[in-house]
């Protein structure tokens, strides 16, 4: 069974940074790739990050290229969202996804992933 748990959400200043944590089990990690989409009350969810299964491919959503940085490390079945100078409109439902396919591409739609961490709220103020 694919499991996927986030962490290192919470409440920060605009301005300031969060690095989130995606552990999956249960998949061969390192044939997948993975993404980070987010959610607010009322919203659609938003692709937000992608990440091929190698690494060597990403996507950022425009709202975030250039602070948010998609990594992943293989051996630790683990893939990182690294967020800097956060504003208070990046509030929203973090959450981590797998591809359904063994591309090597990063996807961007959500219907391109068939399993979903729970989420980690990510809360910044002004």
């Known amino acids: 069974q694919v499991q996927l748990v986030e962490s290192g959400g919470g409440l920060v200043q605009a301005g300031g940074s969060l690095r989130l944590s995606c552990a999956a089990s249960g998949r061969t990690f390192n044939s997948y790739a993975m993404a980070w989409f987010r959610q607010t009350p009322g919203q659609e969810r938003e692709s937000v990050a992608a990440i091929s299964r190698s690494g060597g491919s990403t996507y950022y959503a425009d709202s975030v290229r250039g602070r948010f940085t998609i990594s992943r490390d293989n051996a630790k079945n683990t893939v990182y969202l690294q967020m800097n100078s956060l504003k208070p409109e990046d509030t929203a439902v973090y959450s981590c996804?797998?591809?359904?396919?063994?591309?090597?591409?990063?996807?961007?739609?959500?219907?391109?992933?068939?399993?979903w961490g729970q989420g980690t709220q990510v809360t910044v103020s002004s």
């Open positions: 996804a797998t591809d359904r396919w063994n591309f090597n591409v990063p996807r961007v739609s959500a219907a391109a992933y068939d399993y």
